[in-house]
């Protein structure tokens, strides 16, 4: 049994590295997707999305809610190419951010 309690994402966020982790599940998926073999029309567009965070002026979101947002299609990237490590990032982000 694990003796350190998981953090309440619903009461605090705090000590939870939500951006960073984000930041370094995007780096894990474009070790995928930036491989030509390995994107597609789906994928391009993704590529697209994430160019745009940081522009306040368009209200564009960040890379947490990129992310938060295609959760089944980041699962499905991982899968298909046995990224074990990725997975496991993913789970560990969405248990504690999205």
């Known amino acids: 049994m694990n003796s ?3 953090p309440d994402r ?3 966020f705090a000590g939870i ?10 780096a894990a998926i474009r070790r ?3 491989d030509p073999a390995k994107t ?4 391009e567009a993704f590529k697209r999305k994430l160019g745009e965070v ?3 002026d368009r209200h564009n ?8 947002s295609y959760i089944a299609y980041i699962e499905e990237l991982f899968e298909r190419h046995g ?3 990725g997975l496991a990032l993913l789970q560990r982000l969405e248990e504690e951010c999205c």
């Open 4 to 6: 350190s309690p998981k």
């Open 10 to 12: 619903y009461k605090s």
């Open 17 to 26: 590295d939500c951006i960073g982790d984000s930041r370094r599940l995007i």
């Open 32 to 34: 995928h997707i930036d």
């Open 40 to 43: 597609d029309a789906f994928w």
């Open 54 to 56: 940081g522009d306040a």
């Open 61 to 68: 979101p960040d890379e947490l809610h990129i992310v938060c």
């Open 83 to 85: 990224d074990t490590d």
